[in-house]
């Protein structure tokens, strides 16, 4: 884990608790804010499906190799062996129905890192079998989400919740480039998919500090799933096998934050 979210999220803390501090006044407006920070506790779901075939022009992946054949055999692809998750923050808009019951609104931001990782081989008819590497460019993901919370009391100031979500994400393409291992030519710059707006579902669990002041903080672990972004066809992908119709997986993502709210 980087030490951004944990920057953020000792910030949040401080905040809160000044906040807590300072304000003695009873809660009297149902509306409400939250500043939103943390980390991923991981990613599941796969970018490609793994491939054996044959490669009738291995000058797409290596201008060196034009019209030499070959053939490849590729990894499935997994978002976590591309990607390492990044640092997210949100704001949210809350109203509140009862001492039970909230619905919110939300606006989130999440940064996907780039990893470079062997992703299978490539073998030519003229040359000896090579490493394929893949090197992803960092990704930036943006949402909008509407969704409830319901709270149990607890006779305490801490109190646990739960809450269901839905909304859309506007997810970057991703892209990187592909080049064999020890190859002195340049690698090809490809693109996986197109950004586009996929609709996203989510269910969150935690704990709720809430000392009847008007600043209160919120611990939440989520289970997000988001739909898949189209394919971009790429050339240099088809010509290397991958499937020209779309075989990548909704992607599964785990983010924990830490949220200071504060009531109007």
Same mark, same amino acid.
């Given at each position: 884990?980087?030490?951004?979210?944990?920057?953020?999220?000792?910030?949040?803390?401080?905040?809160?608790?000044?906040?807590?501090?300072?304000?003695?006044?009873?809660?009297?407006?149902?509306?409400?804010?939250?500043?939103?920070?943390?980390?991923?506790?991981?990613?599941?779901?796969?970018? %490609?499906?793994?491939?054996?075939?044959?490669?009738?022009?291995?000058?797409?992946?290596?201008?060196?190799?034009?019209?030499?054949?070959?053939?490849?055999?590729?990894?499935?692809?997994?978002?976590?062996?591309?990607?390492?998750?990044?640092?997210?923050?949100?704001?949210?808009?809350?109203?509140?129905?009862?001492?039970?019951?909230?619905?919110?609104?939300?606006?989130?931001?999440?940064?996907?890192?780039?990893?470079?990782?062997?992703?299978?081989?490539?073998?030519?008819?003229?040359?000896?079998?090579?490493?394929?590497?893949? %090197?992803?460019?960092?990704?930036?993901?943006?949402?909008?989400?509407?969704?409830?919370?319901?709270?149990?009391?607890?006779?305490?100031?801490?109190?646990?919740?739960?809450?269901?979500?839905?909304?859309?994400?506007?997810?970057?393409?991703? %892209?990187?480039?592909?080049?064999?291992q020890g190859d002195?030519?340049?690698?090809?710059?490809?693109?996986?998919?197109?950004?586009?707006?996929?609709?996203?579902?989510?269910?969150?669990?935690?704990?709720?500090?809430?000392?009847?002041?008007?600043?209160?903080?919120?611990?939440?672990?989520?289970?997000?799933?988001?739909?898949?972004?189209?394919?971009?066809?790429?050339?240099?992908?088809?010509?290397?096998?991958y499937d020209?119709?779309?075989?990548?997986?909704?992607?599964?993502?785990?983010?924990?934050?830490?949220?200071?709210?504060? %009531?109007?």
């Amino acid at each position: 884990m980087n030490s951004r979210p944990v920057e953020a999220i000792a910030i949040l803390t401080l905040i809160a608790g000044a906040g807590s501090a300072a304000q003695a006044s009873s809660q009297t407006d149902p509306w409400s804010l939250s500043l939103l920070a943390g980390d991923s506790l991981g990613m599941h779901g796969s970018l %490609r499906a793994p491939i054996r075939a044959a490669i009738a022009d291995l000058g797409a992946l290596d201008p060196s190799l034009e019209g030499e054949s070959g053939s490849a055999a590729l990894h499935r692809l997994h978002y976590d062996d591309l990607f390492s998750a990044g640092y997210g923050a949100g704001l949210e808009l809350g109203y509140t129905f009862d001492d039970a019951l909230q619905a919110y609104g939300r606006f989130g931001y999440e940064r996907l890192d780039g990893r470079a990782r062997d992703i299978g081989t490539i073998a030519s008819e003229s040359a000896a079998a090579g490493e394929l590497r893949a %090197r992803m460019e960092d990704v930036h993901d943006e949402a909008l989400e509407v969704g409830t919370r319901y709270t149990w009391r607890t006779g305490t100031d801490w109190r646990p919740f739960a809450g269901v979500a839905l909304g859309a994400d506007r997810v970057e393409g991703m %892209r990187g480039t592909l080049g064999l291992q020890g190859d002195s030519t340049a690698p090809q710059y490809v693109r996986f998919t197109h950004g586009d707006t996929v609709f996203s579902q989510s269910l969150e669990t935690g704990v709720e500090y809430d000392p009847g002041n008007n600043v209160g903080v919120r611990l939440s672990i989520e289970a997000d799933h988001s739909g898949v972004a189209s394919n971009a066809r790429d050339p240099k992908l088809l010509a290397l096998g991958y499937d020209p119709g779309n075989d990548a997986q909704a992607r599964w993502n785990f983010p924990v934050a830490i949220a200071a709210t504060w %009531r109007f």
